[in-house]
């Protein structure tokens, strides 16, 4: 039995990063950039207006001059115009590129305007620059404005959009296969008989998958029957960057899946990890000429198998797409907390706030590692270390959220 940072390294360790492809930034919502974006120009790329008012010298406004008959008009979209007397103003629009020779902007509202003549209303305060968004004051051309390893979202995306980028180098996006596995499973719709239960595991799963970006799955369910196993694993093993499978991999009768992954040809890195859920955990990786898949066996216990994609396949398939790892959270225990066998434990926590910003993290009394209905309540789990007994309130520890 390895331990969780053992077997966490192991992962880290096989894992390949994928290949980028090209897409359309119409497409690239949620996908991970694989190159340098730079400023194509300055940004903003002319002095502009950051108010509706007038544009002037402000050597007018030093010299006591307060009356400004108005040459023109400067909108946001038409070309620079230039004050060619500095005793006069333009007018201009919020956005409007600033006239040439003017370096300041009195808003409309510190204005009085008639007969073609603006007004400055007495005591507004006014400086050299003022209302000016200048030239290259946010980036200068040529500045790296994004890095490889970022998710593309809403904000990242808009930076691409101005600087003209309407193709981006991402990563490829893995193609995962969910496989459960079990004799008593059946399908949502399916009235159970009084043996049987429904299937949930691989809908999770899913679930999770899609709202951390991996939505490209494909999802099978097999018997607990060995001939069928193999011939589903070599099926997926062909079609996949990464495969899940959920139960059938611990000591039982029936548990035929470590047979199978090795007669695939599956190189297995561990099977059990010191941890409580998800003892039996199975990574391996299949390399054929041309590419690898890499196999996460999580244990069918719900909690398990929820637990263990949190904790080891959210954060592979982020290396997978050369994001960086996520930033550690920690919470602090809110009560005292005791568990004896010296392994890591996995506790699902409620999650509180407070108004000094400290997080705190309720344990929730649970029946069992597979009282997932309990575990609905929680926010996330506290990683508490194998070599600690007691686990005083106050302390604080690792803290993982599940993926919302
Ligand atoms: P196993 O790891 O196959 O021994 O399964 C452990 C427990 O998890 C059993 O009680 C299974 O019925 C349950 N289980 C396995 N797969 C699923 C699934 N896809 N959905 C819900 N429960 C499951
Ligand atoms: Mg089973």
Redesign the pocket.
């Known amino acids: 039995m390895i331990t969780v940072q053992e077997a966490e390294q192991s992962i880290a360790d096989t894992l390949v990063a994928l290949a980028a492809e090209t897409v359309s930034i119409e497409d690239a919502n949620g996908r991970v950039l694989r190159e340098s974006l730079r400023a194509d120009r300055d940004a903003p790329p002319f002095n502009r207006s950051t108010f509706d008012g007038i544009a002037l010298a402000y050597s007018a406004i030093e010299k006591g001059r307060a009356d400004f008959p108005i040459t023109g008009t400067a909108f946001a979209g038409s070309p620079q115009q230039s004050i060619d007397d500095p005793a006069t103003c333009i007018e201009i629009m919020t956005g409007a590129p600033l006239p040439d020779q003017a370096d300041c902007v009195v808003k409309v509202e510190d204005l009085d305007i008639a007969g073609g003549i603006a007004r400055i209303r007495e005591g507004v305060p006014l400086s050299r620059g003022h209302g000016v968004h200048l030239q290259a004051s946010d980036c200068q051309a040529g500045q790296s404005l994004l890095e490889p390893g970022c998710r593309l979202t809403a904000k990242e995306l808009s930076i691409a959009a101005s600087i003209g980028k309407s193709e981006l180098r991402v990563s490829r996006l893995p193609r995962i296969s969910i496989v ?3 004799d ?2 059946v399908p949502i719709e399916t009235q159970p008989l009084p043996h049987q ?6 809908l999770a799963l899913n679930a999770v998958l899609a709202s951390a970006g991996y939505a490209q799955t494909s999802r099978y369910h097999v018997a607990d029957d060995l001939k069928e196993t193999e011939s589903v694993v070599a099926t997926i093993l062909a079609q996949s960057d990464v495969v899940i499978l ?5 000591k ?1 009768k029936r ?1 035929f899946l470590p047979e199978a992954l090795e007669t695939a040809g599956v190189s297995k890195a561990f099977q059990w990890v010191g941890q409580r859920p998800g003892k ?1 955990l199975w990574f391996g990786d299949y390399a054929s000429s041309d590419r690898r898949c890499y196999v996460f066996a999580l ?4 909690v398990s ?1 929820f637990t263990c994609l949190h904790r080891y396949v959210l954060p592979a398939l982020d290396q997978l797409s050369g994001l960086p790892p996520r930033p550690p959270q920690f919470a602090r225990l809110k009560s005292d907390f005791h568990f004896k066998p010296p392994i890591t434990l996995f506790l699902p926590v409620l999650i509180e706030c407070d108004a000094n910003g400290q997080t705190w993290a309720e344990p929730l009394p649970f029946n069992s590692s ?1 009282d997932y209905i309990s575990v609905a309540r929680t926010q996330g789990f506290l990683e508490l270390p194998p070599e600690e007994t007691n686990f005083a309130s106050g302390s604080s520890y690792p803290f993982r959220p599940w993926q919302t």
């Open positions: 459960t596995t079990g008593e499973l239960i429904r299937r949930s595991n691989d959920a139960g059938g991999i611990s039982g548990d039996p244990p069918g216990n719900p198998c597979g």
